[in-house]
């Protein structure tokens, strides 16, 4: 995935979370839904993060994957 399509994803995942952040009362299912988004971008910019620190190292920024979210919220501690 190149750094504008998981740029473009952000995007989309940030207008939904604020779309469920602007309701008045949110169902069991919509805190779920913004839960799965904030895991969702997590992955994102921890992917965007990778390809762009693989670039200034000279490496080959398609090396980077999506990690677990288990490892992401790790290594954010």
């Known amino acids: 995935m190149e750094d504008n399509q998981i740029l473009n994803h ?5 207008e939904n979370e604020e779309k469920l952040w602007g309701k008045e009362n949110l ?10 988004i904030k895991l969702e971008l997590d992955q994102c910019w921890d992917l965007l993060r ?3 620190a693989l670039r200034d190292a000279g490496e080959n920024p398609d090396k ?14």
């Open 10 to 14: 952000i995007k989309n995942l940030t």
């Open 27 to 36: 169902s069991d299912a919509e805190v779920n839904k913004l839960h799965q």
């Open 50 to 52: 990778q390809r762009r």
């Open 64 to 77: 980077a994957q999506a990690r677990d979210i288990d490892t992401i919220e790790n290594d954010q501690r």
